[in-house]
């Protein structure tokens, strides 16, 4: 088997066959994985029926992993995070994001994989966010380049959610003081490519320093709204055991919650990355 990758769009997102990754994968067709995320930002791959345990092996060759500080994980495995939504636990991801971007260090990648699914809807849209900076014209990506933004845990973590309920507040306020706004570039240069993204995401970036309130609101509503356009997007819509593999220094997602009452559940692999430059 020798592994492929085809395209999706002509900039973003590739199907990957020729490799089984519920069985250990050769050093040779990890680095070509490594070198296929870094060219297509984000990887599909079908029939790929992992353990959690699996899952974390595989992540695991990308870098340490991510213990999500508040969304469900499994208590035997705690880094996969449980994406587990229904009526009694509504699905929260559907905005754009890019994940983890309360933290000094936002994650390297996600490595999700569909385990249970609605009979129909529950896809997930990323968007490419160096071909969303490569469209902003000359002065616009002059201006952003020298900026820095806040990003804010409880923007999409909200105590509304997290505090009141009893199983989840202790954990959650431990993760808010341990999570103070940390500021990070809005221009974000990818560390092995070079290439410059987008680094404001609408889930978790609350303001961009040094302007007003009424100049950073809306710099950050054109700039969110610009990221999400059709062209630097892709939409992905699930089978069970399929798992989706993105580079989220230069991707946002977001998960489509248009399926409810039926239940949907994810398991997320997080692998941990480096201070935004
Ligand atoms: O459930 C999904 O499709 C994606 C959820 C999400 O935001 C994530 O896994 O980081
Ligand atoms: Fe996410």
């Not at 395209?7 to 990754?21: C, E, M, Q, S, Y």
């Not at 680094?199 to 040094?210: E, K, L």
């Not at 610009?226 to 819509?237: A, C, D, L, M, Q």
Request: aromatic share 10%.
């Amino acid at each position: 088997m020798s592994i492929l990758f085809k395209r999706i769009t002509p900039k973003t997102g590739a199907i990957v066959t020729g490799v089984d990754l519920t069985k250990p994968v050769s050093a040779g067709d990890l680095k070509i994985i490594e070198q296929g995320l870094l060219e297509h930002q984000i990887l599909f791959f079908r029939d790929q029926p992992v353990t959690p345990q699996q899952q974390c092996d595989f992540a695991r060759f990308f870098g340490d992993l991510h213990i999500h500080p508040i969304y469900p994980v499994l208590p035997e495995l705690p880094e996969i995070m449980v994406i587990d939504t229904h009526e009694g636990f509504l699905p929260d991801n559907d905005n754009w994001h890019t994940d983890v971007t309360f933290s000094q260090t936002p994650p390297l990648a996600g490595i999700l994989a569909a385990k249970q699914l609605p009979s129909v809807g529950g896809d997930t849209l990323w968007a490419n966010t160096v071909a969303a900076y490569d469209a902003l014209s000359a002065p616009i990506q002059k201006l952003l380049d020298g900026l820095t933004a806040v990003h804010s845990v409880s923007k999409s973590f909200p105590p509304s959610r997290w505090a009141n309920d009893p199983d989840t507040k202790e954990r959650y306020e431990r993760a808010v003081a341990k999570h103070p706004p940390v500021n990070h570039p809005v221009v974000r240069t990818h560390p092995v490519t070079g290439k410059k993204g987008l680094f404001v995401n609408h889930g978790f970036t609350t303001r961009i320093n040094g302007l007003s309130d009424a100049e950073s609101d809306h710099l950050l509503a054109f700039l969110f709204a610009h990221v999400s356009r059709p062209e630097f997007t892709i939409r992905w819509n699930w089978q069970v055991n399929d798992i989706a593999f993105w580079d989220n220094r230069i991707t946002q997602h977001y998960a489509v919650a248009d399926y409810l009452p039926e239940r949907r559940i994810m398991h997320r692999a997080t692998v941990n990355g480096d201070k935004p430059f």
